[in-house]
């Protein structure tokens, strides 16, 4: 079980340490995601589609800005640092 807490443990420190970078990855798996879901409905106007996809990517951006704020805070409190 102290195996699975320090990897838990290394990955949040990598987050903490790279918040834009994981961000930024969220919203390219967010958009390419999206892109593959609305892709799979023929109903749609391709530029439609172009466009859900940037607003699902767009709100879980700011979801992971939002949590990216909640653990700078965190830190900040509690006077955790990453290194």
Do not use: F
Not at 23 to 31: D, K, N, R
Not at 54 to 82: F, I, M, N, S
């Amino acid at each position: 079980m102290s195996e699975a807490k320090t990897q838990i443990e290394s990955i949040r420190k990598w987050v903490v340490e790279h918040k834009l970078r994981t961000v930024g990855c969220l919203w390219l798996s967010g958009i390419t995601g999206s892109i593959a879901y609305n892709w799979s409905r023929p109903n749609m106007k391709t530029s439609v589609k172009i466009i859900h996809a940037r607003l699902h990517a767009q709100a879980l951006t700011l979801g992971a800005l939002a949590g990216a704020a909640l653990v700078e805070y965190y830190d900040r409190k509690t006077g955790a640092k990453a290194s």
